[in-house]
């Protein structure tokens, strides 16, 4: 009788892209960083892509986005519409991990950039049962309905925070990610803001290893892991 090769997997963690880039981009760039793949015995990492659709800071052009904004900046209104769009393909990611049989406090969400900020939205406002949230780079809009959310959410245990930002990001000020932090933190969400030295845009090697020691932390093996390995 053959043995079966397929890995079992006792948690998830869904890694939205920034705006124009793909999963597999992503995954690429994790794997250039590392020099080898994020990778788990007991942990799915999915990197799913965004649709194809209207950016209005492309002047309408089309790109995998998330969701669509009226400008890259923290004072401008969200596009709820936008947002309720991209919540669909969310709950949609999550489920299928449910339906494999993945809790929903071992999942974690997060994201770069765009990506970032749809992971907020995720375990802030979607959901607030998951492991955790994650943002690299990333901001929320100032009237955002995360925070409208979390004020009616008083007594709630919510998912940790882990964030990143670029000291020298020009895209995304670290101002905009600090602001956010201390917005969210005002409002019960606990973790980390850590601010990267020498650090534009972008993901980098010493992020990318802290948010992996994160990650095991926040979804250790189980029992039953450990006694699949014997």
Known sequence: ????????????????????????????????????DLDFAHIKIIYPTAPLQKYTPLNGQLSTVWFDRRSVNIAAQESRKSMAE????????????????????????????????????????????????FAHSSFLNRQSVVYESLANRVNDKLPDLFMFHGERDTLVPLDWGQETWESLNKLGVSGTFTPLKNTLHELKNK????????ILKKLPPTLNDQQNKL
Do not use: C
Request: net charge negative; no cysteine; glycine share 12%.
């Open 1 to 36: 009788m053959a043995t079966s090769t397929v890995r079992k997997y006792s948690a998830s963690v869904i890694f939205f892209h920034g705006s124009g880039d793909t999963g597999p981009n992503l995954q690429e760039w994790v794997r250039f960083l590392l020099g080898r």
């Open 86 to 133: 991209s919540y669909n393909i969310v709950q949609k990611l999550i489920q299928n991990e449910v339906d494999y049989g993945i809790p929903l406090n071992r999942i974690i969400v997060g994201g770069f950039s765009m990506g970032g900020a749809l992971a907020l939205h995720t375990g802030y406002h979607l959901n607030t049962d998951l492991a955790g949230v």
């Open 207 to 214: 992020s990318v290893l802290s948010l992996e020691e994160w």
